[in-house]
């Protein structure tokens, strides 16, 4: 079936660094991507909407030039945390939606922890 | 480990009447359980979530789910179903291990609900 894999699982980045996230969808192309992050004790809160060719859609409050998302390809979109600080680090997980013939199904990837030290 | 089963990947009901989704999980730990929903085109929103204090638990927009360790189950339910609330809900688990505040998030695949006049 379609899987949607998230790189690195775990990463640990120095305060000051950016980090590299990457969402790929395996076996189908996906032109919408999501990517959410979560708070300790929180649940998911989606920062932004990542389309192919074109500029990301962030929701109220997410900073922009800190968060940069790009979706190259239809089957790629990554998240580059820009000089990471500790109270960055959280848990990002990104999903794709996968069309089908007789409708769509979207799937999330494994999520991303990143801890900034 | 953990994983997180919705039994069914579509349900279709009519409006006004009942509606169940089901969602079977496994833990090691003691879990934390949500259910999201996502409406077309858009990002996932928190309908309720399980934390460990009262079972039955309520959400927005008339949903209740209640959490049955003996049968490992976390069934949402409405008992009056609205055109409004067709659209894919995902079940997913959340496991607490070694004194950390939230653990690795597990999906379900989803279950479609169709409302129909």
């Known amino acids: 079936g379609a899987v949607v894999s998230q790189h690195p699982s775990w990463v640990i980045c120095k305060s000051g660094t950016s980090v590299k996230i990457e969402c790929r969808s395996l076996d189908f192309q996906a032109t919408t991507m999501f990517w959410y992050r979560q708070f300790p004790k929180q649940s998911l809160m989606l920062m932004a909407t990542?389309?192919?060719?074109?500029?990301?859609?962030?929701e109220q409050g997410v900073e922009k030039d800190k968060f940069l998302i790009n979706h190259a390809s239809l089957t790629l979109s990554t998240l580059t945390v820009t000089s990471a600080h500790p109270e960055d680090s959280s848990f990002y997980i990104c999903s794709a939606r996968a069309f089908r013939g007789s409708g769509n199904t979207i799937y999330f990837g494994e999520g991303s922890w990143l801890t900034v030290v | 480990a953990q994983s997180v089963t919705q039994l069914d990947s579509h349900v279709s009901v009519s409006e006004g009447t009942p509606v169940l989704l089901r969602c079977n999980y496994s833990s090691s730990y003691s879990p934390s359980l949500f259910w999201y929903v996502q409406h077309p085109n858009k990002g996932l929103q928190l309908l309720l979530k399980y934390t460990s204090a009262a079972t039955l638990v309520k959400g927005i927009n008339g949903f209740e789910a209640e959490f049955k360790k003996s049968e490992t189950s976390f069934h949402l339910t409405k008992p009056s179903a609205h055109m409004s609330d067709a659209a894919e809900y995902f079940c997913?688990?959340?496991?607490?291990?070694?004194?950390?505040?939230?653990?690795?998030?597990?999906f379900g695949q989803g279950t479609i609900l169709t409302v129909h006049p």
């Open positions: 997913v688990v959340s496991a607490r291990a070694g004194g950390t505040s939230y653990g690795k998030l597990t």
């Open positions: 990542s389309n192919e060719g074109s500029k990301a859609t962030y």
